[in-house]
């Protein structure tokens, strides 16, 4: 079973307000994704670390999220400025590589913006 | 450009029926394939992983065969049961690229 760690399960917003969620990753992986799974289950990458470095990152979470993983600190991904579009379960996956090895996924943070 | 494409979006079954999920994928590299599994309420999990071309793996009474010739991976079980119902994903992670998933719901 995965011991990703996410919180809160669920975050509540209004429209121009900063959305901020955690996640812990697994003990001993370096490489944290960050994934948004909208309504229709599909999965849209936001951005991937290696110990605390930016792998990867889409064009739009360069603009409007921001996003760490500081060492001995959980990771977070933070909304600056949330959308009612933003609305969306999300998913962060830890791993032990980046390309082969397996990702473990936490359950979700659940932001609805009203 | 990679991807990976699923064609069903929803497969509904009676239990004791035989399971087929198509999953094609495109990239220019040798990717390493997956099979996730997402439980209503939970994060994906995996499900079974293949790295090397025309290698099976099987994992839960789950099939699927790396086919490096048709570009698939497609994801089977003799004899679904109840509990099987979930949404399913095909994945590689050359570029962290899953499929749109398969939602499969089994009938008691």
């Known amino acids: 079973n995965s011991k990703v760690i996410q919180t809160p399960r669920y975050l509540v917003k209004g429209q121009g307000q900063k959305a901020k969620m955690r996640c812990i990753p697994e003990?001993?992986?370096?490489?944290v994704f960050w994934y948004q799974q909208n309504k229709n289950n599909e999965f849209k990458f936001l951005i991937n670390?290696?110990?605390?470095?930016?792998?990867?990152q889409i064009d739009m979470t360069e603009k409007r999220f921001s996003a760490e993983c500081p060492s001995n600190s959980p990771c977070s991904l933070e909304i600056q400025s949330s959308e009612a579009g933003d609305s969306a379960l999300y998913l962060c996956?830890?791993?032990?590589?980046?390309?082969?090895?397996?990702?473990?996924f936490g359950p979700g943070t659940r932001l609805t913006v009203l | 450009g990679d991807s990976v494409t699923q064609m069903q979006g929803q497969v509904t079954l009676s239990e004791d029926d035989f399971l087929f999920i198509n999953c094609t994928y495109s990239?220019?590299?040798?990717?390493?394939l997956f099979w996730y599994v997402q439980y209503p309420g939970e994060g994906p999990q995996l499900l079974l992983k293949?790295?090397?071309?025309?290698n099976k793996g099987i994992s839960r009474g789950f099939e699927a065969t790396y086919d490096k010739g048709t570009t698939s991976f497609h994801l089977q079980k003799a004899s679904v049961q109840e509990s099987d119902s979930a949404v399913y994903y095909c994945?590689?992670?050359?570029?962290?690229?899953f499929g749109t998933g398969t939602r499969l719901q089994v009938l008691p």
């Open positions: 003990k001993g992986h370096p490489v």
């Open positions: 293949v790295t090397t071309a025309n």
């Open positions: 996956a830890s791993s032990r590589g980046t390309f082969y090895a397996e990702q473990f």
């Open positions: 994945a590689h992670t050359n570029k962290v690229v």
């Open positions: 990239t220019t590299w040798y990717p390493t």
């Open positions: 670390f290696q110990n605390q470095e930016v792998l990867q």
